[in-house]
């Protein structure tokens, strides 16, 4: 019985080192990557892209405008019409969500790299 228990004991150890060692090397590579990035973003090139990406949020930003006047304008629409209509709103909604996020990415990308390292000092600390 005391054998299978320093077995069991042996075994979660293992397992919980090759987790970490596991972690680590994710932590690594999430850390690492922050440099890469600022690199990129302080380009001509990538602010260039921003204002392409921000013009074209704007652009859908009134469109969702223009369609949410023409319901209340409108509001007869029938039982095909509406349907029709909610799905140009989601589809409007989510292209502009889907650009706003590219626009966030390179932040969060460097904030989830200031996490990494935070986690991974916390780790070899430990």
């Known amino acids: 019985m005391a054998n299978a228990r320093a077995d069991f004991n042996a075994l979660v150890k293992e397992k919980n080192r090759q987790k970490l060692v596991s972690q680590k090397t994710e932590l690594r590579q999430v850390a690492q990557s922050v440099v890469p990035m600022h690199a990129v973003t302080n380009s001509a090139e990538w602010n260039f892209f921003l204002s392409l990406i921000q013009t074209k949020i704007e652009e859908l930003a009134g469109i969702l405008s223009a369609l949410q006047e023409s319901q209340v304008l409108d509001p007869s629409f029938d039982h095909a019409g509406l349907a029709s209509y909610k799905a140009q709103m989601m589809r409007v909604a989510e292209q502009k969500r889907t ?14 790299g200031e996490k990494a390292r935070f986690a991974l000092h916390s780790i070899e600390e430990a």
Request: glycine share 0%; net charge negative.
């Open 99 to 112: 650009l706003e996020m590219i626009l966030e990415l390179p932040s969060n990308i460097m904030k989830d």
